[in-house]
């Protein structure tokens, strides 16, 4: 099973170009985040005539994450547990119904920027949550996939010039200790699993020439249990995504589990 997880950065303005990458790397599930529209305005026609079932938890003009699979999707949970009060569309789960099924979900964390302000305590809050809900799919003891941009620079490699976001929310010590939190619960990185080189980044900005100058950090994240970590048979970082024609600024990660 192939499985990716890409900021689309708009779905309807960048259609075209996620079909053409769709039609080119033929993964079984894709979870997208930052679809930037609301569930009624999402695409799904041109994703179900390639034979996926669709799933989406949108919200107007901003946010929004969704899960295509070529396998039946169940169990569907739209909003991360922990805060009822929260309308911001950035969690998306589901049981893909595969011969052996996979637990898949959709995360868009949030970015947290400017530090010392509600939106970086909001971030933090955000990964307690997660961190307390993966703790409980955790003991499922199933196949689980935590896909999604994390919003979080784990370590100075993870950046192609790390003294640049010193100041940045996503490269602060709080955000980059629950990203570690995260993964001492029992959860393994995809891009460690399979040996992906330094200098492996998913995201460049739009701004001052960063994909240019390859000024890219690695912030899209592919995490497994245990259980899926044991069928892990590779990754895929489609770095060449980013020249695309009306190019998103992350790329897609593909992993691959043996069935």
């Keep these: 099973m192939r499985i990716a997880t890409w900021n689309v950065n708009s779905v309807n303005a960048r259609l075209e170009t ?18 930037k529209c609301v569930d009624e305005k999402f695409p799904a026609e041109p994703f179900e005539s390639r034979g996926y079932n669709v799933a989406v938890h949108g919200q107007k003009s901003y946010n929004g994450v969704a899960i295509l699979s070529k396998f039946p999707l169940t ?3 739209r909003a991360l547990p922990g805060d009822d009060a929260d309308e911001q569309a950035r969690y998306l789960e589901a049981l893909v119904e595969a011969d052996t099924p996979v637990r898949v979900a959709a995360i868009y964390l949030p970015n947290g920027n400017p530090i010392g302000t509600e939106k970086f305590d909001y971030k933090l809050r955000w990964f307690d949550r997660l961190h307390r809900h993966a703790a409980d ?35 602060q010590p709080q955000s980059r200790q629950a990203f570690r939190a995260l993964i001492n619960l029992g959860l393994s990185d995809s891009h460690e699993l399979g040996g992906e080189p330094d200098g492996t980044f998913t995201f460049w900005d739009y701004q001052a020439g960063a994909w240019q100058r390859d000024h890219g950090i690695r912030i899209d994240f592919a995490l497994l249990s245990p259980q899926a970590a044991d069928a892990f048979d590779g990754i895929e970082t489609w770095r060449d995504a980013r020249d695309m024609d009306k190019p998103s600024d992350h790329v897609p990660v593909v992993v691959s589990l043996r069935p």
Excluded at 18 to 35: R, S
Excluded at 149 to 162: K, L, S
């Design 18 to 35: 996620v079909l053409a990458w769709i039609d080119e790397a033929q993964p079984d599930v894709v979870c997208f985040q930052e679809i």
């Design 75 to 77: 169990d569907i949970r």
């Design 137 to 171: 799919l955790l003991r499922l003891e199933e196949r689980l996939a935590l896909c999604g941009d994390y919003n979080v620079i784990p370590e100075p490699v993870d950046a192609r010039n790390p003294e640049a976001w010193q100041g940045d929310a996503l490269f």
